[in-house]
C-alpha cells in the first residue's frame, strides 16, 4: 500500500521553476469553471477525524485515484498570523473488492521554509488566465491507468475562491504546498 508521504513526495520530484513568477490559474475560456472540492476535503477530513483547518489565505489540495485500489488525500496550508504556513496531510485507501475497509494513510504536518511560504504567498497575489479550450494538456487519450486527479482551492487573503486542477497550470504550487520527504 502506498503511503500519503510516499505519494507526495513522488508528485513532487519535478523541480519547482524560480525564473518565473508563480500564479493562480483562472480559466479564461467559456468552458464551466472547475468546481470545488472543499466539500470532498471535509468529508474525507470528518472521516479521519482530522479537522478541517480555518483561515485565509489557505491553499488546498484534494487528489483521489487509483488503479486496483483508490487512493484519497487531503493537503492543505494555511498562513497562520504570524506568516508561517503550516501544512496538515491525511488520507485513506481503499483496495478494489466490495466491502474492503479503508486503510489510513500516515498522517503530516510541517511548516513551510520561509523562501516556499513567500513563494506560495507571492503566487496567491496574482492570476493567471488558462485557455482550457486551447488543448493546453499534452496528453492525449484515457489517462494513465492509476491515474490520481487532483485539484487545488485557493481561498485569498480577501477569501476569494479559485479551483483549478494540478494539471491546469498548478504544477508548481502544488510542488511548493506538499510535506518535503
Known amino acids: 500500500m502506498m503511503q500519503l508521504l510516499l505519494l507526495a513526495a513522488a508528485a513532487s520530484s519535478q523541480a ?11 480559466a479564461s475560456d467559456q468552458l464551466k469553471p472547475t468546481t470545488s472540492d ?7 477530513r470528518q472521516a479521519l477525524n482530522e479537522p478541517m483547518p480555518e483561515g485565509a489565505p489557505m491553499v488546498m489540495l484534494h487528489g483521489k485515484g487509483g488503479h486496483l485500489s483508490t487512493e484519497e488525500y487531503s493537503i492543505i496550508v494555511v498562513r497562520s498570523p504570524d506568516g508561517q504556513w503550516r501544512g496538515t496531510a491525511v488520507g485513506r485507501s481503499q483496495i478494489w473488492v466490495e466491502g474492503a475497509p479503508f486503510t489510513p494513510m500516515k498522517r503530516a504536518e510541517w511548516l513551510l521554509d520561509k523562501a516556499s511560504g513567500e ?24 489517462p494513465p491507468r492509476g491515474n490520481i486527479s487532483e485539484k487545488i482551492d485557493v481561498v485569498s487573503p480577501e477569501r476569494q ?17 506538499r510535506p518535503k520527504s
Not at 519547482?16 to 483562472?26: E, G, K, Q
Not at 472543499?38 to 474525507?44: A, G, H, M
Open 16 to 26: 519547482i521553476p524560480t525564473s518565473l513568477p508563480l500564479c493562480v490559474p483562472v
Open 38 to 44: 472543499i466539500e470532498d476535503r471535509k468529508k474525507l
Open 119 to 142: 513563494r506560495l504567498t507571492d503566487a496567491i497575489s496574482r492570476t493567471c488566465p488558462f485557455n482550457r479550450a486551447a488543448g493546453n494538456d499534452p496528453k492525449s487519450g484515457p
Open 161 to 177: 475562491k479559485h479551483s483549478f486542477y494540478v494539471g491546469e497550470g498548478g504544477e508548481a504550487i502544488a510542488a511548493l504546498i
